[in-house]
């Protein structure tokens, strides 16, 4: 079968060629960054002077980029600096691409300012199995994606289920310095992510294509990075490169005129040795610290003295080597190393764990490392009898323009800044290694995952350091409780994503169609059983045995009738419709420990119901489920609320009464009409209504303790006229009533309706009393159980560590948990969102309120261990009964 050729390279550049000489069918991958029209300069004079100004410029470009792609027709494209944010340019690319056979994907960077990533496949190669974004919302708000396919015949030749993983990016570029470790945390995330990934969907080893700009050179700490984990450079393996023909090609001239090699392939095979992933990020670390080091002309014993600082002893302290990497501007600045990330190194370097490096131990693990290197060379393939798999051989690899491969750059070039690379490919049979190992590593891609704002500094360290704690403490639970928040974190994309799609598409009431449906998807993709409908769009899951102990999670999942005033790209698509207060957060984390869960289903020691409850805000929706059987048999519920007081990832507790019993009034007093210039003849509706008002507030200024609370308020009055000169017929008024315990609201609605009744007697009014129990019924007390809230505690404290968890305060809100808890014991907490930095500030039910994403995880993994620990307490407890 011939395919098309392309004019840019010594032979054929196509996936749909054959080996003229094998008759092997290869599949090509082309990377380039084609330059947003944001970025590209039209004047070297007037450098406020960008394409993106004038249409017919950027249009004709991307133009010929689009015939010279599709004139190529790689099986694999990936683009950087894709102008996602011109909804034209990205009709034409998905239009002239989706024409060609092209299923695309595209993901935008995280600062909004309108450029992004491109990743097209084509169906007559690739089966999509599987789609993820990866936000690293550091410094740099850079983005990568990753896509799981399948190879189709006749390209899956040797495996009918041949699958590939592709990964597209683009790294920071290293303005000054400090930056320089910020590009090589986003390799080691990406890396993360694909372990995470590779484990959470039970992969076996496969070829890992990562393409893109990576903003580094071949002599770099991304290079050396990514070799130590077995990738290759395809262009290099393809001309038979080695590192001192770095000088021999380029695909990049930036801003200052400087022309570099940035864009590369890398190939990594199944048969590839990998070493542990944190073992290679620890020596790339070290790497920098040695060549920073070197840098300023210290030897070895110079450097260790240096590392020493203070210390008299002939070794280097925890503290000395904290201190040397602050003084190498590798910490104490908000780019700098986690305090996670200088654990693990110090973890790496101290090889006999005795909490100190001597000379010898400076010399194998931060001065040479020679152990690692020639452990590379080498391994650096598997060998013997494996069992076999399929990898891919590089066939060829080509630049153009084609000056850039002999380290030139053509004035003349005008399509980017960027050299387009494209490699082909051939799979081959080859040996399995036995080496390749996946350890429990979770995503460390603490993102808040959404455009206009990128995560500070302080919540990614917040998130580093929870995995810290649960890490520190020893026992069967801690060892648990780590495992939980592990994998919860590692989940975090996804919850992300189910988040937003409910807070795009917010509902009201009962009347919760779409997301009922989002939910009934995501448990039908996780495998769990569950009920629907329930209170017209609930829903009741079940993960466990079937059998007791039972106990319940409850999520509400409806939005506020609010007009969203927060301005970025996932707010609420529904005008006058708005998750304001935190709903679609409540429900996202309860499908979160559903997932968590359902990977623990066959050791539950007993059975967790999750209730996915509509209408709380104003429409009892729990009295609802509880009256169509949603408890079952459940013998305690949790349930939790975000909490904008509290920084993210903090809780708050309390026993007794949590929240108010809430209600609502109405109230429409009567009169008789006569002229308006017989006043004495009438029975005046306005005076009544305004002598009633004054009497209702001494109910609470004067006959209820002032030691409880109680609220009495009149919110709004209004007149059945408007004229000046006529007393109108009637006169409404209405409002609130609030007390933390069920009998003081009692105790209010009694003498609500004997002051409004008497006052209209003395006034000789008919009035009429609405307390709304169809539409708006009471809502009692929250009052939480306190053997829960011991236990709570308890279990959040493990999960999160003791400073975590903070005593929580009543609140004058109501909270329809409380019909729940007039059924069973029940516990409901506060889990904090507070972020000043992204303006995670506003209190619910305002149209400004906004949430940070990173509560997600945690809330999750604390609904999951309050769920699995109650069960083993429980069940332990039935045991022992027995």
Known sequence: MKGRISKIGSYAISSSIRDQHQQQPCISCTTFNILAPIYKRLSHKDQSLRESDNRAYWLGRNHRILDWLLYERSSIICLQEFWVGNEELVNLYEKRLGDAGYLSYKLGRTNNRGDGLLTAVHKDYFRVVNSRDLLFNDCGDRVAQLLHVELVPPYSQ???????????THLLFPHDSTLSIVRLQQVYKILQYVESYQKEVNLSPMPIILCGDWNGSKRGHVYKFLRSQGFVSSYDTAHRYTDSDAHKWVSHRNHRGNICAVDFIWLLNPNRYRKLLKTSWSEAVFGMFRYLLRRASLT?????????????????????????????????????????????????????????????????????????????????????????????????????????????WPENYSLSDHARLTVVFSPIRMPCSQLVNFPIIASVDFQMDMANFSIPYSTSLLLLLLLVIASSVNGGDQEYSHQLLTEALGDKDWLVSVRRQIHENPELLFELHKTSALIRRELDELGVSYSYPVAKTGIVAQIGSGYPPVVALRADMDALPLQELVEWDHKSKIDGKMHACGHDSHTTMLLGAAKLLSKRKHKLNGTVRLLFQPAEEGGAGALHMIKEGALGDSEAIFGMHVHTGLPTGELATISGPAMASTSIFSVRVSGILPASSETYACVDPVLAASSTILALQLIVSREVDPLLSHVLSVTFMKSGGSEFDVIPAYVEFGGTLRSLTTDGMNLLIKRLKEVVEGEAEVHRCKVDIDMHEDDHPMYPATVNDHNLHEYAEKVLKLLLGPEKVKPGGK???????????????????????????????????????????????????SFAALAEMYLQEHQNQTKSGD
């Open 300 to 408: 070895a014993e110079d450097a260790f003295a240096f590392l020493k600082t203070d210390n008299d002893g002939d070794h280097i302290t925890f503290m000395g080597f904290c201190e040397t990497l602050r003084q190498l501007n590798l910490t104490g600045h908000c780019n700098g190393l986690t305090t996670k990330e200088i654990k693990d190194l110090w973890i790496q370097a101290d090889i006999d764990g005795n909490g100190l490096l001597d000379y010898k131990e400076f010399q194998q693990r931060i001065w040479n490392q020679t152990w690692s290197e020639q452990r590379d060379a080498e391994d650096g393939e598997a060998k013997g009898n494996q069992e076999q798999t399929v990898g891919f051989s590089v066939k060829n690899a080509v630049l153009f323009p084609p000056e850039v491969e002999k380290g030139m």
């Open 158 to 168: 040797y495996d009918a289920h041949q699958e590939v993983l592709i990964v597209n």
């Open 811 to 861: 609140v004058m809100a109501g909270e329809d948990f409380a019909f729940y808890q007039q059924k069973i014991p029940g516990y409901y907490l506060g889990i904090g969102i507070r972020n000043k930095e992204i303006g995670s500030v506003h209190s619910v039910h305002s149209p400004y309120f906004f949430l940070d994403e990173n509560v997600l995880p945690i809330g999750s993994a």
